[in-house]
């Protein structure tokens, strides 16, 4: 059984659709980039798992499953029981994700309780100088504050981590070390991550399995190397073609033509279409069902007569 | 070295402000149509002896010269006598200050009892879209309802059906204590509901405010229980601005609620003042307003220590890396 599963999940905000029909699956100890342009539902898809969303967003339909738990429906001790036991979460803004009035050191004891200790926590994230605990969080640097959060995050050994874009709001070269740290406790711990990234080179070297998304839905997922290096989704394809390091030097960065989609309600076929390169009549108005694609699956009609045709023009750019 | 040049910052603008306030207040008690003369010689007095009566009080002078004794003997902590009553305005402003404290005292104690724990319930409990309707009508005519239509609202009703409580015949808080609150229980009520309403509303927004904070959010993942986020993340990030209003609301208060102490009769600093007024009593009424001025300058230096003990970005001393 998974330890995630989020099943043909709906959001919507008051207006808009966030989530048309998401599904994902992670399984224990399992490393999950969750990649996507700007206002695909990566976000709304990492809050939902521990129905963290804003209050104006409503569940349209679909569950989340955690630990077998059904997210959404449990009574409100019971979901906080399952926050505290299962999972942990990491956000973008390091410094804003702690209580700016409290001192570290008291942050990190209320997470830990009486006995905790908070220099062994500290240690875990490689932050050992003492004045860390005395300090107010805006007076960290990013990537301190990040490594602070982690801590805390990991003080109560999740077995899913949800890190949301952890790295986009810090320096390139802390990026990499807090990354390393994320990646390293998880793995001592035996914890799987979800990890929700803009950045396609770090999720290929770092996860075990991509899932791609786009207008809400998970449009293709299945192991990184393959679906980073052989998608098989005519967006996947163009996502990786517009990733800088998949390009060659002196070969052109071919940016996704065209913009994101902002649904109001389900959207009546693929919401890709208009953007595809490849699209035909009926991807205009029929939902694409996930088919199996090598080891990929993937949520488009056209996923099986593309594939040559998607392959050939992976070797002509590489 | 930070801490003492803010000091004598505050020190210095505070008296600049003071200054200020003394020069608009002097001139203004003088441009009130009817001097102090006609107001006590009634209006068949001759000029001859209106002449007489401002020769003796020295309101023949030229206004600067008269501002400059006062300032003077202000400076010395004498603020005159009054012309009235032939006290000493100090020590009458003195044995008044009690009633208003007291007032004050009540009138916060509720605001801070009742509006904060108020304001975060609404804003916890709030839902999108509906809800928070009624706390917005109900705390929107607790702001709107003037406060004399509502004393003598009270006034009126209790004068008839007592309850146990009292208008008027006020008693010093030293001689009974229980007569003296049934006589200041309705003021303070009639203060209150203003006091509350604002608390609660302010409350309520800044609590709002916090509550889509990210590290609210991370304290939700945490699986933390809402009393212990309330407690420990959400009251003293969203305490600035309520701390600043209560701080506003006591010097406003202290400075003499001037239409509840009339309204209900009470001998407090505000009534004094409106008598004052009413009569041309030069001195009361500017070493009032300059009371009241005090009073705000310093709640102010209190509001900003307070504030940055609160919130440490905002401390005197905010920036100083630790």
């Known amino acids: ?318 | 070295m930070r801490l003492l040049m803010w000091w004598s910052g505050r020190a210095l603008s505070s008296a600049a402000t003071l200054l200020g306030v003394s020069v608009l207040i002097f001139a203004a008690v003088r441009l009130m149509p009817g001097g102090f003369a006609e107001t006590v010689l009634g209006p068949f007095a001759t000029a001859e002896q209106k002449a007489e009566l401002a020769t003796r009080y020295g309101l023949d002078q030229p206004v600067f010269m008269q501002y400059g004794h006062w300032l003077a003997a202000v400076s010395g902590g004498d603020f005159g006598i009054s012309m009235i009553s032939r006290q000493p305005v100090g020590a009458e402003l003195l044995a008044r200050l009690p009633v208003t404290a007291e007032l004050t005292v009540l009138a916060v104690a509720a605001s801070v009892l009742l509006g904060v724990p108020l304001g975060v319930l609404t804003a916890v409990r709030a839902r999108p879209g509906g809800g928070g309707a009624a706390g917005r009508l109900l705390s929107g005519l607790g702001v709107s309802v003037p406060e004399f239509v509502l004393g003598s609202l009270v006034v009126f009703v209790f004068s008839r059906y007592a309850l146990g409580l009292k208008v008027g015949s006020w008693v010093p808080l030293t001689q009974d204590p229980a007569a003296n609150l049934a006589t200041m229980i309705l003021p303070a009520a009639v203060l209150s509901v203003f006091a509350i309403s604002v608390t609660a509303r302010t409350t309520r927004d800044a609590v709002m405010g916090v509550l889509v904070e990210p590290y609210v959010t991370a304290a939700v993942g945490r699986g933390e229980s809402p009393w212990s986020i309330v407690r420990h993340h959400i009251l003293r990030n969203a305490a600035t601005p309520v701390v600043t209003l209560i701080g506003t609301t006591v010097a406003y208060l202290l400075g003499g609620a001037l239409i509840v102490e009339h309204v209900f009769n009470l001998p407090g600093v505000g009534s004094y003042i409106v008598q004052a007024v009413g009569r041309r009593d030069y001195a009361v009424v500017q070493a009032g307003v300059l009371l009241a001025a005090g009073v705000f300058i310093v709640m102010n230096v209190l509001i900003d220590l307070l504030v940055g003990a609160i919130d440490p970005r905002l401390g005197v001393l905010a920036g100083r890396r630790s």
Request: proline content about 8%; hydrophobic content about 40%.
């Open chain 1, 1 to 318: 059984m998974s330890l995630l599963s989020v099943r043909n999940l709906v959001i919507d905000y008051a207006r808009t659709r966030a989530l048309d029909g998401a599904d994902l699956e992670v399984a224990q100890g399992e490393t999950v980039g969750l990649v996507g342009e700007s206002g695909s539902g990566k976000s709304t898809l990492g809050s939902a798992v521990g129905r963290l969303l804003p209050r104006a967003a409503r569940r349209a339909g679909g569950e989340v499953l955690v630990a077998g738990e059904p997210v959404f429906d449990l009574p409100d001790a019971k979901l906080r029981h399952l926050r505290r036991r299962h999972l942990g979460f990491v956000f973008q803004d390091p410094i804003g994700s702690l209580d700016p009035t409290m001192r570290v050191g008291n942050q990190l004891r209320l997470v830990l309780g009486r006995g905790g200790d908070v220099r062994f926590h500290l240690g875990r994230v490689k932050l050992d100088d003492p004045r860390v605990l005395r300090s107010y969080p805006h007076q960290l640097s990013g990537g301190m504050a990040q490594r602070v959060a982690i801590a805390m995050a990991m003080a109560t050994s999740p077995e899913l981590l949800v890190a949301d874009e952890p790295t986009a709001a810090l320096d390139s070269q802390v990026r990499e070390e807090v990354s390393n740290v994320i990646f390293s406790l998880a793995a001592d711990a035996g914890a799987s991550i979800l990890w929700l990234s803009h950045d396609l080179p770090a999720v290929a070297r770092r996860c075990d399995r991509v899932a791609v998304m786009y207008g809400g839905r998970v449009v293709e997922s299945g192991p990184a190397r393959e679906v980073l290096g052989n998608p098989a989704h005519p967006y996947t394809a163009a996502l990786a073609g517009a990733a800088p390091a998949a390009a060659a030097h002196g070969v052109r960065l071919e940016p996704v033509p065209g913009r994101p989609p902002v649904l109001t309600g389900p959207s009546p076929g693929c919401a890709f279409a208009p953007r595809c390169a490849f699209a035909e009549e009926r991807c205009g108005h029929e939902r694409p069902a996930p088919v199996r694609i090598r080891e990929q699956d993937v949520l488009c009609h056209r996923a099986a007569d593309l594939e040559p045709e998607l392959s050939r023009r992976r070797e002509v750019t590489a």
